[in-house]
């Protein structure tokens, strides 16, 4: 199989690094140091090489290095199916810019040339949070299978936002609103089926050894096909009114989650459950799109191996091995690495 593969990572008041070059092998990567050292940062700039914000879903202009504020710039050489890439990406303000092999390009075309999956503390309780939160995990997950989902979720929030102006105003002008439920219901209905095309690839992923599977599903309510979506959008105008905001539709929907060898829901079980449940998400998805665009993805893993035991931990390495993903983990000393082949980065 054809790899993608992180050779260089060029840094420039990124965060707390005022200037670092790192060159790697291709193998997992393991970077230790203590709490403060810039590991998290490092992988977050490693995030940016896909479309979005990144790990921490931070604003460009907040990933500048304190007390300078003169922007910010990441330069990677990739090795991806389609060959040998530059991208670089920076801000000097507000928003961000991306450059590939020298041309500026939009975010999305960091999607048709790499892929990029991560695991970090703040979604450990990703089960237990509001809708939201997994709403956006989902997202994620299927822009990792189908990058043009990005454009049909950025044209439904916009129609959205639209929507919600006229409602806020107490619009009632007829011709408004079948304008923009058109393209509501034409981009819904995208959205949904990309998500739903996502979860039946992880569904058939092979189970990863020492992480239960999840049973994943769409939780929606109301109809989901553009003709009978926008039949909805048209018949809660009155409710919508009242309420100022639109109460059905894609942005509304969930991700439900059940451990599937005991049949309970994931915010039910255990922390230790929960975690391991995750991580058998995101090994189900790097699996999938290493099917689908013929390479595994690159792998950031922010202090997972020191929340597992030791034959979680095995059983993680071992998975990342079987992938042969090149994976970045974090953790704040190399015993946490013991059985990992790869790299070693101190910090």
Request: glycine share 10%; aromatic share 6%.
């Amino acid at each position: 199989m054809t790899r993608l593969v992180l050779r260089r990572l060029a840094l420039s008041h990124f965060r707390s690094h005022a200037a670092a070059t790192l060159d790697f092998a291709g193998a997992p990567v393991a970077i230790f140091g203590p709490n403060g050292a810039g590991k998290t940062n490092l992988i977050e700039a490693i995030s940016l090489l896909s479309p979005g914000r990144g790990l921490r879903g931070a604003a460009a202009e907040d990933l500048a290095r304190l007390p300078e504020r003169i922007g910010w710039k990441v330069r990677a050489a990739l090795e991806a199916p389609s060959g040998a890439h530059e991208l670089v990406t920076w801000s000097e303000g507000a928003g961000r810019r991306v450059e590939v092999d020298g041309k500026a390009a939009a975010q999305a075309a960091l999607g048709a040339l790499a892929r990029v999956l991560w695991l970090t503390p703040a979604m450990d309780r990703l089960w237990m949070e509001a809708a939201s939160e997994r709403r956006r995990f989902l997202d994620r997950v299927t822009l990792s299978l189908f990058p043009d989902h990005a454009a049909a979720v950025l044209a439904y929030e916009r129609a959205l936002r639209e929507r919600a102006r006229l409602l806020r105003d107490g619009t009632r002008d007829a011709a408004w609103y079948d304008a923009l439920e058109a393209r509501l219901a034409g981009e819904g209905a995208r959205i949904d089926a990309a998500r739903r095309a996502a979860l039946a690839r992880l569904a058939g992923a092979p189970e990863t050894a020492g992480f239960p599977r999840g049973a994943l599903s769409l939780v929606a309510e109301g109809p989901r096909d553009a003709e009978g979506l926008r039949a909805a959008l048209r018949a809660g105008r009155g409710r919508d009114l009242a309420a100022g905001r639109t109460l059905l539709g894609p942005h509304r929907d969930d991700l439900g989650a059940v451990y599937a060898a005991k049949g309970v829901e994931a915010r039910l079980c255990s922390t230790g459950e929960q975690k391991a449940l995750l991580i058998g998400v995101v090994l189900a998805n790097a699996a999938a799109v290493a099917e689908d665009f013929g390479a595994p993805p690159l792998l950031l893993l922010d202090e997972v191996a020191a929340h597992l035991d030791a034959d979680r931990r095995r059983a993680l390495y071992a998975a990342i091995a079987g992938l042969g993903a090149q994976a970045f983990l974090t953790g704040t000393g190399p015993e946490l690495f013991e059985g990992l082949e790869g790299e070693r980065l101190a910090l």
